[in-house]
């Protein structure tokens, strides 16, 4: 089973992004223990406001932490024709799978940013003219590499949308020979 499936990651979190998970992580675990271990046993209205608040910070303060450590992964299995988009932090995962449509073909685009900067994305492409975005790169080369397995494994063709105007199908041989 583990031969027929392909697995797209983010790949790990940059170890300042961890740091900073941690403190968040950290403050948020603080501040529901101090929530916890209230001296009052009394609850008046201001200590009812403070619980609140108490506990509204610390899901802000998972939310920051969350944001620094969660890993986004497309995970299709072959065998069974099925994909999932993975989300995880550390070794706890969560994705649901759903059934992968007939795919027409992948396509590599570059995509503008507002700041006048641009990425490129893959894109698979089923029935007429529905897709879902499945990768995203500041980096041709790579977009055009992970396009190229993508393809490669689900044994349709790769169209090159990079150039407006100039779309071109893309030689699977050619790429293979470059990238194999």
Do not use: C
């Not at 603080?30 to 509204?56: N, P, R, W």
């Not at 910070?57 to 998972?62: E, K, P, R, W």
């Not at 070794?91 to 073909?105: E, F, Q």
């Amino acid at each position: 089973m583990k031969k027929n499936l392909i697995v797209i990651s983010e790949g790990e979190r940059p170890i300042w992004q961890i740091i900073i998970a941690t403190f968040f992580y950290t403050l948020g675990i603080g501040s529901l223990l101090l929530f916890f271990y209230q001296k009052e046993l009394v609850v008046t209205q201001d200590i009812a406001k403070y619980i609140i608040y108490s506990v509204e910070f610390s899901f802000y303060l998972f939310a920051l932490g969350f944001g620094f450590s969660v890993v986004k992964n497309v995970v299709f299995n072959l065998e069974v024709n099925t994909y999932k988009d993975e989300y995880a932090v550390g070794p706890i995962r969560y994705g649901k799978w759903r059934k992968l449509p007939k795919i027409n073909y992948v396509s590599v685009f570059k995509q503008p940013m507002v700041d006048d900067s641009f990425r490129f994305e893959v894109n698979l492409w089923y029935e007429k003219n529905k897709h879902f975005n499945i990768y995203m790169n500041n980096d041709y080369d790579l977009t055009l590499e992970m396009g190229f397995h993508i393809a490669h494994n689900l044994n349709v063709k790769l169209l090159d949308a990079t150039i407006p105007n100039n779309y071109k199908y893309v030689d699977l041989d050619e790429l293979n020979e470059l990238f194999n």
